[in-house]
């Protein structure tokens, strides 16, 4: 589903990014990306978004080489790959039913499938009682769960979290990891950057651990970070 071969970046001013990465992740999985502040984690997100291109290197979503995809189609990708971020950013002067609904008009959906998608997805993420309050009448945790549902409503094959979790209280971050759980059983492929160790620890998928742009540990059922023994 997501395939990174030899794949380095580095930045216009001269920073390294990403050296020589090889990752593949199967359709269905459910991947945590772990690793310090800088290590590399947003750079591999904002590849896949095709936010960034790689400087060496080839990245697959599906049968598509994505560096060969030209600009005009990006949006084609973008439909395969729903996002969430640690700041939320929904549209502040839009109800939450006009934010998911406004994700499925910019790609052109019938206003019919917008009528029966956007309360399916509410639904899943227990706010149909919410779809008429503007984002500043929700708490931290609803809006995480808003941003979700947008994220899904197109049904991309892969959801890509990053620190979905970062703003949260300890209580609301488990209630989305259950929404994200829930998300991956019906089928999509998640792949979630984050800092939260007890998460990681406790939820038993497969994590990815990456330091000064290197993969240095892939396990299945892993956990956040290794005991370092000083015997
Ligand atoms: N747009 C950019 N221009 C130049 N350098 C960048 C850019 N974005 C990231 N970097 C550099 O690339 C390296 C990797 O950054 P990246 O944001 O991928 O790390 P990260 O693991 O996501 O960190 P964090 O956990 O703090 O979000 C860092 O050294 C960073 O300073």
């Known amino acids: 589903m997501i395939q990174f071969i030899n794949v380095s970046k580095e930045y216009k001013n001269g920073a390294k990014a990403l050296s020589n990465v090889n ?10 990306l772990v690793g310090p502040s800088g290590a590399g984690k947003s750079t591999i ?11 060496e290197g080839k990245i697959y979503l599906g049968d598509t080489d994505i560096t060969k995809v030209k600009n005009r189609k990006i ?7 729903g996002v969430v ?14 934010n998911i609904a406004f994700a499925m008009e910019i790609v052109g959906a019938h206003p019919k499938e ?5 309360p399916m ?26 941003a979700i549902a947008r994220a899904i409503v197109n049904s991309p094959p892969i959801l890509i979290a990053d620190e979905p979790t970062g703003n949260l209280d300890p209580e609301t971050a488990w209630g989305i990891m259950e929404v994200l759980r829930d ?3 019906r089928g999509t492929t998640v792949l979630m950057a984050t ?19 290197k993969i240095v540990r892939d396990e299945e059922k892993g956990v956040y970070e290794h005991e370092i023994s000083h015997i």
């Open 195 to 213: 800092h939260a160790k007890d998460i990681v620890d406790v939820m038993k998928k497969r994590v990815i651990a990456i330091e000064s742009g």
């Open 183 to 185: 998300i991956n059983r």
């Open 114 to 118: 917008i009528r029966r998608n956007v």
């Open 45 to 55: 997100i904002k590849l896949i978004l095709k936010e960034e291109d790689p400087t």
């Open 85 to 98: 971020f640690q700041d939320f950013r929904l549209l502040p002067n839009k109800t939450v039913y006009e």
């Open 23 to 32: 990752l593949s992740i199967k359709k269905g999985e459910f991947v945590f």
């Open 121 to 146: 997805v509410l639904s899943m993420v227990d706010l149909s009682r919410k779809a008429y309050c503007y984002p500043d009448e929700l708490s931290g945790g609803e809006h995480q769960r808003v």
């Open 75 to 81: 949006p084609y990708i973008r439909r395969k790959v």
